[in-house]
């Protein structure tokens, strides 16, 4: 499987930006992708899952009501829109293919959460000033 993220950028708070990732090479129909992001200093986050059996889809907690997970089967490209940006979104954002999409709660903060990741993309890289 190979991953190709685009769409990171420079962004002001409260602006938007869409991201990106082309995938193909998937041996089977059933796997779960999503969005990782990770920050200078900091562990990584899981911000967006689905499952492309059921399409059932997991947003952080930390992204509901401003980041939303979409597909194109077509294109086998999924998108991440995010909008009303904050600063503490700055981070490289990274597309990722596994099984499992789910939710994890880290502390008191759910998180979306592949259980077996497989492959990982470039990363594109989120920076959102203020």
């Known amino acids: 499987v190979q991953l190709v993220e685009s769409g990171g950028g420079l962004v002001q708070a409260g602006g938007s930006l869409r991201l990106s990732c082309a995938a193909s090479?998937?041996?089977?129909?059933?796997?779960?992708i999503g969005w990782f992001r990770q920050a200078p200093g900091k562990e990584r986050e899981g911000v967006a899952c689905?499952?492309?059996?059921?399409?059932?889809?997991h947003l952080a907690d930390f992204v509901q009501g401003r980041f939303t997970m979409s597909t194109d089967t077509a294109k086998s490209t999924v998108f991440l829109q995010m909008n009303s940006l904050k600063t503490d979104d700055t981070a490289v954002y990274y597309c990722?293919?596994?099984?499992?999409?789910?939710?994890?709660?880290?502390?008191?903060?759910?998180?979306?959460?592949?259980?077996?990741?497989?492959?990982w993309g470039q990363g594109t890289l989120v920076t959102v000033s203020s």
């Open positions: 689905i499952n492309s059996a059921d399409k059932s889809a």
């Open positions: 090479g998937f041996t089977s129909d059933d796997y779960a």
């Open positions: 990722a293919v596994g099984r499992d999409c789910s939710v994890k709660v880290v502390g008191d903060v759910g998180q979306a959460y592949i259980r077996y990741l497989e492959r």
